[in-house]
């Protein structure tokens, strides 16, 4: 069995023609008078360029030769490494997945250097007939576009390829058969305070927290005590990661009176644990029913004997934004029961109907902050480079504008 190495191809001299030369993936390259400096930078070069590659053991295939399907795959493998946060993968590759497996189930035997806009089209036309959103099919159309630029940086495909795909444009709104997203709108208080007396404490205080901050659901689930500067009158929480932090933006989230109420009695513990933990709201669950205790302690199951030795799942060190939006969906459920007389799709759509999502939290604080303050201290408040953002966030006060109106018009 061959030794595996991790040496870079040699420099060497041919005898026969006196010439440098170097084999790169059984291919020999002569790169000019033994030991001249020309020969030695296109050495360079050469081992520049494998190794970039990856340190390939085979020879590339003409540009013109590869196919949709192999393209994805090396995508892929790229996405899966590229897309990382902390040493963790983040959800931008699995944002992928959908689009490339319809690709792949359309026109994966096609080469890649034949997919043009017509193609693209296609794929959209799919997209749109599976019920899609215009939004969604625009992101995944970007995806794809993405997936051949690379390809193209990578020298796989012809650059003229993705060159063709960006003359495709983006559906526009009325203009298109792909439905309408409805705009996320905020949550009402009332119904907030309504959906808060079905949830436990911990998560009650969480919800409240975000409220009166507008954090992003995830900032809210990864507080520390360590992230904070409690120092001043108005604390900031850093958090440990964000979402624009690749774009060397800093967050710094500033936390009023009530919000520092409701946060304090979570920052006695230590100061690399998260403040809402599940563990923590479980340990509190099973005392509140220890408390209700009707069977004497001398009957049934004590304390801690009833628990199985390998669960199928257990309480967390911290939420994330999927099983915070999981449980506030349930607090829901229990809050607005839906009519008996319901059942099947209609009951889920009644449901979805009354159920709502924790970033409309941040849309209802966004949309108070710019009532009463403007736009620019909405933008600065949750954390937006662009105002064009907030303005997705933050509702306009058409109040004002009645005003305004009532006096000009």
């Known amino acids: 069995m061959p030794r595996l190495t991790n040496s870079v191809p040699k420099y060497r001299k041919h005898r026969a023609s006196g010439q440098a030369i170097v084999t790169i993936v059984g291919r020999d390259h002569y790169l000019g008078p033994w030991r001249s400096k020309a020969s030695k930078a296109e050495y360079e070069r050469l081992v520049g360029e494998w190794l970039t590659a990856g340190r390939p053991t085979h020879a590339s295939r003409s540009a013109n030769d590869v196919t949709v399907s192999e393209l994805i795959a ?72 993405q997936m051949f630029k690379w390809g193209a940086s990578e020298e796989l495909i012809p650059p003229n390829v993705f060159q063709a795909l960006t003359t495709v444009s983006g559906l526009r709104k009325g203009r298109t ?74 967050r710094v989230i500033y936390i009023g009176p009530k919000a520092q109420d409701v946060l304090r009695p979570y920052l006695l513990r230590d100061k690399t644990a998260y403040c809402f933990s599940p563990k923590d709201s479980e340990r509190k669950r099973r005392a509140v029913q220890h408390d209700q205790r009707k069977t004497p302690l001398s009957c049934g199951n004590r304390p801690g004997s009833n628990k199985r030795r390998k669960p199928n799942r257990t309480a967390g060190d911290r939420y994330n934004k999927d099983s915070y939006c999981r449980a506030i969906h349930r607090a829901c459920d229990r809050a607005f029961p839906p009519p008996k007389e319901l059942e099947g799709d209609e009951l889920k759509a009644w449901r979805n109907s009354q159920r709502w999502n924790p970033n409309q939290l941040r849309h209802a604080a966004a949309t108070e902050i710019r009532k009463r303050f403007g736009l620019e201290a909405a933008q600065v408040t949750l954390g937006h480079a662009n105002a064009d953002v907030t303005q997705v966030y933050a509702e306009r006060d058409m109040t004002l504008a009645a005003k305004i109106m009532k006096d000009v018009g």
């Open 177 to 250: 058969e792909a439905r309408e997203p409805e705009p996320i709108t905020p949550v009402e208080d009332g119904v907030v305070e309504a959906t808060l007396d079905q949830l436990p404490t911990l998560l009650a205080d969480m919800l409240r927290f975000q409220r009166l901050t507008g954090c992003r659901p995830g900032e809210a689930c990864k507080i520390r005590p360590c992230d904070l500067d409690t120092s001043g009158e108005v604390w900031a929480y850093t958090p440990e990661s964000h979402k624009t932090e690749h774009h060397g933006r800093q």
């Open 74 to 145: 090396k995508f892929w493998t790229f996405a899966k490494g590229f897309y990382m946060k902390n040493g963790k993968p983040t959800g931008t590759a699995a944002n992928f997945r959908p689009v490339l497996s319809l690709m792949r189930e359309s026109y994966g035997h096609t080469a890649a250097a034949e997919f043009g806009p017509l193609a693209l089209k296609a794929v959209r036309a799919r997209m749109i007939e599976l019920g899609n959103s215009r939004r969604y099919v625009n992101d995944n159309v970007d995806r794809i576009r």
